[in-house]
């Protein structure tokens, strides 16, 4: 009997241990869904804007498409509404109508610290998807304005980095 006790107690403790590592791989696999999800979007919105001369005005001007430019409108994964922080063209006026502001992209309503490192930025509210990576109307080959990063030691992923097009790669792996 009692070693019994001793080992339901082992099991509980070597299980206990393990919790953080289940919690942090489906972290993980939440961002890559959110990545996948994102640049998505963005996709579809690049194509809506090649084929119709203009940005939509909502996102489910995206599904209306003929031939299908996008599977579906996907939600965020990481938040529980699902709902996306829109990017628009221009800023909103004084009254913060946006309603018929056309849509450039998306990007996360989560406040959360992430594990990879998307556009040199570590939080999902952060990470922009959108259709054209110049927003501030920089002639092409013009650098935008950037931030400086630590040398690896923030304990963050930066195993997937963006190549500027929102695509990320690994270091050394080419575009």
Not at 57 to 62: A, G, K, R
């Amino acid at each position: 009997m009692a070693m019994l006790l001793a080992l339901i107690t082992i099991m509980g403790i070597l299980l206990m241990k393990g919790i953080p590592a289940i919690t942090t791989e489906v972290q993980r696999e939440q961002e890559a869904e959110l990545i996948f999800r994102g640049e998505s979007i963005a996709k579809a919105i690049r194509i809506f804007a090649a084929k119709s001369g203009r940005y939509p005005m909502s996102l489910m001007e995206l599904d209306t498409v003929k031939p299908r430019i996008i599977r579906k409108i996907y939600k965020d994964p990481m938040t529980e509404s699902g709902e996306w922080d829109l990017i628009y063209a221009v800023q909103p006026g004084v009254t913060g109508d946006t309603r018929s502001l056309p849509i450039v992209g998306v990007k996360s309503k989560s406040p959360k610290d992430s594990f990879k490192v998307y556009n040199s930025k570590t939080i999902y509210s952060d990470w922009a998807f959108t259709a054209t990576s110049n927003l501030l109307g920089l002639p092409t080959g013009v650098p935008g304005p950037s931030t400086p990063t630590s040398p690896g030691g923030s304990g963050k992923d930066s195993g997937s980095q963006d190549n500027g097009g929102g695509t990320p790669v690994k270091p050394g792996g080419g575009v």
